[in-house]
């Protein structure tokens, strides 16, 4: 098992990673990945891997249950590593109809296929097979600053058509478990950082908007708390659960590093300063840049109104894998955020494309 391994969602940020993880680590894999290049999935994250043998991508929604049971027979498809998903909370809100598609309704097509091919064709029929589901801590709410972090155990309370729609696909794998035996296994996730994090997500938005000199919005008072994890930490967290993890159960993955919205830009702010006082080429190539002009970075910082619904807190307990599985964060969030940062700065030509930027 974990030979022949279906990717969905992988030109995404996450899924991205993964496949990188993956293949680096384990040389006799081979990655089948599916995505359908919306908006969020971004070709250029795996072009590097194009002429990699053990390597394909298809394009496809994850909606065609006749085509991804034709990959799965194909290709003899042991394992699947389920991303695909519209994550961004402010687009579910101005436009819930892709993410109900997407996140309940292609999950349940993504189960109905592997259950086809795996439980019912007597010519693929496999006994050793995994269908893990990579999911997020909002499905369990918000917390006060008081509360304890989120266990596997806490009570689902969606608080956003985002959050709602993972909440509803969790269920739909756990359900396809216990009715049908389909050998599941789910991780919930506090926020990642890291490579090929779309630019418009907050550690992105917020570096990019520094090196071009314009305003870092920041919701309500920016008090809002988040767990943060390197998404490479991330990787590794999937990898444990996919090789140790047992059949039908959810674990928890989190960066046990909590921090307020506002800590997180004057970071930013700080750590880009810091770079460009000690960098004449990055101050040259980004002249609206404040550092470049002398000016701190949080002069950019504009406070705007809080978006509807906004959680307040999320935090994640990890003891479960921790203990579990023996799993614990590779990367401090100081080092995590330098490297991000370092990344972000080297591939600039990656996040101008997006951003529709030319110099």
């Given at each position: 098992?974990?030979?022949?391994?279906?990717?969905?969602g992988?030109?995404?940020?996450?899924g991205?990673?993964?496949?990188?993880?993956?293949?680096?680590?384990y040389?006799?894999?081979?990655?089948?990945?599916?995505d359908?290049?919306?908006?969020?999935?971004?070709?250029?994250?795996?072009?590097?891997?194009?002429?990699?043998?053990?390597?394909?991508f298809?394009?496809?929604d994850?909606?065609?249950?006749?085509?991804?049971?034709?990959?799965?027979t194909?290709?003899?498809v042991d394992t699947?590593?389920h991303?695909?998903?519209?994550?961004?909370?402010?687009?579910?809100?101005?436009?819930p109809?892709?993410?109900i598609?997407t996140?309940?309704?292609?999950?349940?097509?993504l189960?109905?296929a592997?259950?086809?091919?795996?439980?019912?064709?007597p010519?693929?029929?496999?006994?050793?097979?995994?269908?893990?589901?990579?999911?997020?801590?909002?499905?369990?709410?918000?917390l006060?600053?008081?509360d304890?972090?989120?266990?596997?155990?806490?009570?689902?309370?969606?608080?956003?058509?985002?959050?709602?729609?993972?909440?509803?696909s969790?269920?739909?794998?756990?359900a396809?478990?216990h009715?049908?035996?389909?050998?599941?296994?789910t991780?919930n996730?506090?926020n990642?950082y890291g490579?090929?994090?779309?630019?418009?997500?907050?550690i992105?938005?917020t570096?990019?908007?520094?090196?071009?000199?314009?305003n870092?919005?920041v919701?309500?008072?920016?008090?809002?708390?988040?767990?943060?994890?390197f998404?490479?930490d991330h990787?590794?967290?999937?990898?444990l659960?996919?090789?140790?993890?047992?059949?039908?159960?959810?674990?928890?993955?989190?960066?046990?590093n909590e921090w307020?919205?506002?800590?997180?830009?004057?970071?930013?702010c700080e750590k880009?300063?810091?770079?460009f006082?000690?960098?004449e080429?990055?101050r040259?190539?980004?002249p609206?840049?404040?550092?470049?002009?002398?000016?701190?970075?949080?002069?950019l910082?504009?406070?705007?109104?809080?978006?509807?619904?906004h959680?307040?807190?999320y935090a994640?307990?990890?003891?479960?894998i921790?203990?579990?599985?023996?799993?614990?964060?590779q990367?401090t969030?100081?080092?995590?955020?330098?490297?991000?940062?370092?990344?972000?700065?080297?591939?600039?030509?990656?996040?101008?494309?997006?951003?529709?930027i030319?110099d």
């Amino acid at each position: 098992m974990l030979n022949n391994i279906l990717v969905t969602g992988a030109a995404g940020f996450i899924g991205s990673n993964f496949v990188h993880y993956w293949l680096d680590k384990y040389s006799n894999a081979r990655i089948i990945v599916v995505d359908a290049l919306t908006y969020a999935g971004n070709p250029d994250n795996l072009k590097d891997l194009e002429n990699n043998p053990r390597f394909a991508f298809i394009k496809s929604d994850i909606g065609n249950t006749p085509l991804i049971e034709q990959i799965l027979t194909e290709n003899d498809v042991d394992t699947v590593v389920h991303f695909a998903a519209e994550s961004h909370v402010d687009r579910s809100i101005t436009g819930p109809d892709e993410f109900i598609n997407t996140n309940i309704l292609g999950t349940y097509s993504l189960l109905k296929a592997c259950k086809s091919v795996w439980l019912d064709s007597p010519v693929s029929q496999r006994e050793e097979h995994r269908f893990h589901h990579v999911s997020t801590d909002e499905v369990y709410g918000t917390l006060t600053p008081l509360d304890p972090p989120f266990k596997e155990t806490n009570q689902y309370q969606p608080n956003s058509p985002y959050s709602a729609s993972k909440a509803s696909s969790d269920m739909l794998v756990r359900a396809y478990h216990h009715t049908y035996g389909l050998k599941v296994t789910t991780s919930n996730c506090s926020n990642n950082y890291g490579y090929y994090h779309h630019p418009e997500k907050l550690i992105p938005l917020t570096l990019t908007n520094i090196l071009y000199g314009r305003n870092i919005p920041v919701y309500g008072d920016g008090r809002q708390i988040r767990d943060w994890l390197f998404v490479m930490d991330h990787c590794l967290g999937i990898d444990l659960i996919l090789h140790q993890g047992r059949i039908g159960e959810s674990y928890n993955i989190g960066g046990i590093n909590e921090w307020a919205n506002i800590d997180i830009v004057n970071l930013l702010c700080e750590k880009i300063d810091v770079i460009f006082s000690n960098n004449e080429e990055y101050r040259r190539k980004y002249p609206l840049c404040p550092a470049s002009r002398g000016i701190s970075s949080k002069s950019l910082i504009t406070y705007v109104k809080d978006r509807p619904g906004h959680d307040r807190r999320y935090a994640i307990d990890a003891s479960k894998i921790m203990h579990e599985l023996n799993y614990k964060p590779q990367e401090t969030f100081e080092s995590g955020i330098q490297k991000t940062i370092l990344w972000y700065l080297a591939n600039d030509s990656w996040w101008k494309k997006i951003l529709k930027i030319e110099d």
